[in-house]
């Protein structure tokens, strides 16, 4: 069974850009989350959806939107880039909410 | 808000020699505990869920357990292979899944 697909794997930007983040579920996982994760802050909780809606929000400025697919495929896309975004960004899919959550290798984004 | 505290940081075993690790939660309505267990350029991978106080899983030589207030992951006679950061993460009423900052465990053989 395939696991979490996130792509790409890296990626390097620089600073005022705007980037575009993919993610596919495993097979038949209607629930999609994000996470941003850093060396000072840990995992950091960024949306979840489900069903194309979004269920959940972090702490995260409007720069950091999402959305979701029929197909349960995601997107992420951060607007005017700045330094402090560079990090490792995570997807994680469940059966629904509440369910284990299952993650990618993630997307490596670097802002120069 | 739900918080998470893991100890210790670091973590250093000797092949064989058994240890835990700690995970204290604050959480409003505890809805699961997960333990996730993170190699280096990798995602998490999922090791275990506990919902209630006084559950119990095993994996191999990894065993969760679960309080009101902490859960441990207790490893018995590690190998190299466990060397890992693990995350512990908790879902509460929020329904957002909040993480721990890790425990990074190496064992020397």
């Known amino acids: 069974k395939a696991g979490v697909t996130q792509t790409p794997r890296y990626l390097i930007k620089t600073r005022g850009q705007q980037v575009t983040l993919s993610c596919s579920p495993i097979s038949g996982h209607r629930s999609v989350s994000w996470y941003q994760q850093t060396p000072g802050q840990g995992l950091q909780f960024l949306f979840e959806y489900f069903s194309e809606t979004q269920r959940n929000k972090g702490n995260f400025p409007g720069r950091f939107s999402g959305r979701q697919f029929s197909n349960s495929r995601s997107e992420m896309n951060v607007s005017t880039l700045e330094l402090g975004d560079s990090a490792l960004y995570l997807c994680?899919?469940?059966?629904?909410?509440?369910?284990?959550?299952?993650f990618g290798d993630g997307t490596r984004l670097s802002i120069l | 808000e739900d918080q998470v505290t893991q100890s210790p940081e670091a973590l250093r075993l000797q092949e064989g020699e058994s240890s835990s690790l700690n995970c204290s939660y604050t959480?409003?309505?505890?809805?699961?505990l997960f333990w996730y267990r993170q190699d280096p350029g990798k995602g998490p991978e999922f090791l275990f869920t506990?919902?209630?106080a006084g559950e119990e899983k095993e994996k191999e030589r990894l065993k969760a357990t679960l309080t009101k207030k902490e859960s441990f992951l207790h490893i018995t006679a590690p190998k190299p292979e466990d060397s890992a950061t693990y995350l512990c993460?908790?879902?509460?009423?929020?329904?957002?899944?909040?993480f721990g900052k890790g425990t990074k465990l190496t064992v020397n053989p």
């Open positions: 506990l919902y209630s």
């Open positions: 959480v409003s309505g505890l809805r699961g």
């Open positions: 993460a908790v879902l509460g009423g929020a329904e957002k899944l909040v």
């Open positions: 994680a899919s469940s059966l629904w909410e509440g369910q284990p959550q299952h």
